[in-house]
């Protein structure tokens, strides 16, 4: 399978522990996107990277949130001290010359902060 | 604020018949609009998009109509079938400006065989 590939899949925590996760966007694509879908809503932009470069964050990506992508190739999405309102799909895109072109996105990891 | 709003919040159709989504924006500097399919435990999928220079676009059984004045797009799906039956998402986006897609809040159709 060679489409955008997220890690894991699903996650559970408690409230103010830390959560990483992993995104490895499909290989020759140059932007990568994070995403965040709660239940009956449609996804939400997080932040956007081109190359290594992260080029724009969202309001919704407070102090807790920090995203890397290291070299340009797979990215984290770190949230420190997790709340109850953490608890979302966080999905990952990516896409080769930017969304007006084709973005293909994950299959998300599915937070649960209890 | 959001700004782009898509109705019905959820769709039963019969097979065969036609869905019909409806999304309305507000930002006239939107000149991308895709539609996305979400089966649950999947990631959205890019189901087919326009760009305002043309009323219509299609492909297959997916029909995507763009009213430029009205600032109104649909997504008319023929002969509904049950393998449609998943959340359908319009969004927007300016090309060469922002890259982040503005979806709207979804609608679940259902096509009953």
């Known amino acids: 399978d060679t489409g955008v590939s997220q890690d894991p899949r699903h996650k559970i925590t408690k409230r103010g522990q830390n959560v990483t996760f992993r995104c490895d966007p499909i290989s020759e694509h140059n932007r990568l996107y994070w995403y965040r879908q709660t239940l009956g809503q449609g996804p939400e932009f997080l932040t956007y990277f081109q190359n290594e470069a992260q080029l724009e964050k969202s309001r919704l990506l407070s102090d807790r949130f920090s995203a890397e992508r290291p070299k340009g190739s797979f990215s984290t999405l770190e949230i420190q001290r997790t709340e109850q309102g953490d608890s979302a799909m966080y999905l990952c895109?990516?896409?080769?010359?930017?969304?007006?072109?084709?973005?293909?996105f994950g299959q998300g990891t599915r937070l649960t902060v209890v | 604020q959001q700004q782009v709003k898509q109705s019905p919040q959820s769709l039963i159709v019969q097979k065969g018949g036609i869905s019909i989504i409806n999304c309305a924006y507000e930002n006239t500097a939107f000149d991308y609009f895709p539609w996305y399919q979400q089966f649950p435990g999947k990631g959205p999928a890019l189901l087919i998009a326009i760009r305002p220079d043309v009323s219509e676009k299609k492909e297959g059984r997916f029909t995507i109509s763009f009213n430029k004045s009205a600032k109104q797009f649909s997504l008319h799906i023929m002969d509904s079938q049950p393998g449609d039956s998943a959340t359908y998402f319009c969004?927007?986006?300016?090309?060469?400006?922002?890259?982040?897609?503005?979806f709207g809040k979804g609608t679940k159709l259902t096509v009953n065989p």
């Open positions: 969004a927007a986006l300016t090309q060469g400006g922002s890259e982040k897609l503005v």
């Open positions: 895109a990516s896409s080769y010359r930017g969304l007006s072109t084709e973005a293909f």
